[in-house]
């Protein structure tokens, strides 16, 4: 596609579920990120993909997150057992693979636990 | 913790006035980078500058980095009400790192 794709681009859900977020990077993209905004707040860093290396997962907060990313293409971040303050935007990034270079972000998930 | 922090918070202006916003950040790094975010959603890359630059220009944009005080500007001149938006320094580490790190942003406001 033209640009990073994530959906859903909303999600509403009960404390407790599981819930799915699907990123799918620019085509040729070998790196991709996820970070979470809270409310007002900056970007924290979630995870990082780079082709076939091993995902740095530090900073996922707890052992309730995790994402693979299949094929070195779209990426899934799967958060268990939701707790109201996972609620968030949820972005997905992408860059040709190179550190230091710019990221292409996706609109984001605004993930709303209840 | 953050390694770029934006100042200030916020900006009111008024439409045709320049807006300058400061990054301040902690650690060496290689490049610093500004971003865009409207509406609190995806983020747009704005502009890199290299840790040997010092000054940069794109279009009413102008970034300037001072890494002897560790700390880059963002100049936006003759605002305009689409620049109504909230912006973001973010840096790596300096150390091949591949993770940037973003600020809490400046929210500036473009009055017409």
């Known amino acids: 596609g033209a640009g990073v794709s994530q959906s859903p681009s909303n999600k509403v859900t009960e404390k407790g579920k599981d819930v799915e977020l699907r990123c799918d990077p620019i085509?040729?993209?070998?790196?991709l990120y996820w970070y979470r905004q809270s409310l007002g707040q900056g970007l924290e860093f979630l995870i990082y993909?780079?082709?076939?290396?091993?995902?740095?997962k530090s900073g996922l907060p707890s052992d309730r997150f995790s994402a693979e990313r299949t094929g070195g293409s779209v990426s899934t971040l799967t958060i268990q057992r939701t707790q109201q303050e996972d609620s968030a935007v949820y972005l997905c990034?992408?860059?040709?693979?190179?550190?230091?270079?710019?990221?292409?972000f996706g609109s984001g998930t605004q993930l709303s636990v209840l | 913790s953050q390694q770029g922090e934006e100042d200030p918070q916020a900006l009111s202006i008024q439409e045709g006035e320049n807006a300058t916003m400061n990054c301040s950040y902690k650690?060496?790094?290689?490049?610093l980078q500004w971003y865009r975010q409207n509406s609190g959603r995806g983020l747009v890359h704005l502009i890199l500058?290299?840790?040997?630059?010092r000054e940069k220009h794109s279009g009413r944009l102008r970034v300037t980095l001072d890494t002897s005080k560790k700390s880059s500007s963002l100049l936006i001149t003759a605002s305009r009400a689409a620049d109504t938006a909230s912006y973001f320094c973010?840096?790596?580490?300096?150390?091949?790192?591949?993770?940037?790190?973003f600020g809490a942003g400046t929210t500036v406001t473009v009055r017409a």
């Open positions: 990034a992408s860059s040709p693979g190179r550190w230091g270079e710019k990221l292409f």
């Open positions: 085509s040729g993209h070998t790196a």
């Open positions: 993909f780079q082709g076939n290396s091993a995902p740095d």
């Open positions: 650690t060496s790094i290689n490049n």
């Open positions: 500058i290299r840790s040997n630059e």
């Open positions: 973010a840096t790596d580490s300096g150390s091949n790192d591949y993770k940037l790190s």
